[in-house]
């Protein structure tokens, strides 16, 4: 179903996929539709061997009520009671925190997984990231919407991430740095901090150690958390 926004999940017993997904059904040719639905189990294949399920649920159950786990980063106490007294700002951190695991989650399995299993499988996979990378958006496009109010920085912060941890920049940021300088010398200030965290996310095998480092991602990250749950505490008024 391709108004399905589900593509594909598991819950470490059974595997769903959405055959006619956005991206699958993007794809200009049926050997690569077929080759992106291996992607997709392989995968779910990854979830199922290397995600940690119960680690993972401990974390966002304790994200959600605006606390640490598995231990508070530096930084992260003065955070912690700030979200105790604003129940908007700790339902956008519990938010972000969950989006920001799953990004990290799916390219750290990803990596995994193809380390393992290797021939269709993997070209699916390979295909399903092309085509992901290609309907991403270039920098300058993003800093365009920033400007325009369309964008929160970190939106683009996270789509950043995102890439980053599956081994591909965003686009065109030589052209932005010239287009928006200014919003160019704030992005790559914050994401150079992030960068070498993102790295150590990926091949890191300790789920602890993974969701320590997407807590320090978020202390990186706070200011611009805050500053998107007062717009959104604004836009509410």
């Not at 040719?29 to 061997?49: D, M, W």
């Not at 602890?208 to 749950?229: E, F, G, P, Q």
Request: include cysteine; proline fraction near 3%.
């Amino acid at each position: 179903d391709p108004l399905n926004s589900s593509v594909a999940y598991t819950d470490n017993k059974t595997v769903y996929i959405n055959t006619g997904n956005c991206v699958t059904s993007s794809l200009p040719t049926r050997p690569k539709k077929y080759l992106s639905i291996l992607g997709l189990i392989l995968h779910e294949v990854g979830h199922i061997y290397y995600t940690d399920f119960p680690a993972n649920s401990s974390y966002m159950q304790s994200v959600q009520e605006g606390e640490w786990y598995p231990s508070t980063p530096d930084g992260g106490t003065a955070i912690q009671l700030e979200l105790k007294s604003n129940e908007l700002l700790k339902k956008l951190f519990g938010y972000i925190a969950h989006n920001l695991m799953n990004r990290v989650e799916d390219a750290y399995i990803e990596l995994r997984v193809t380390q393992r299993f290797h021939g269709l499988y993997e070209q699916g996979l390979i295909i399903l990231n092309q085509a992901t990378y290609e309907k991403s958006h270039t920098l300058s496009e993003l800093f365009a919407a920033l400007k325009e109010g369309k964008l929160h920085m970190l939106d683009i912060f996270l789509e950043s991430i995102l890439l980053y941890a599956k081994g591909q920049d965003i686009k065109n940021s030589a052209q932005a740095k010239k287009d928006y300088p200014d919003e160019f010398s704030e992005y790559i200030s914050v994401f150079s901090k992030i960068k070498p965290i993102v790295r150590k996310l990926r091949t890191e095998r300790s789920a602890m150690v993974r969701w320590s480092y997407v807590n320090t991602i978020m202390v990186i990250l706070w200011d611009y958390i805050k500053d998107r749950a007062e717009n959104i505490s604004e836009d509410s008024d």
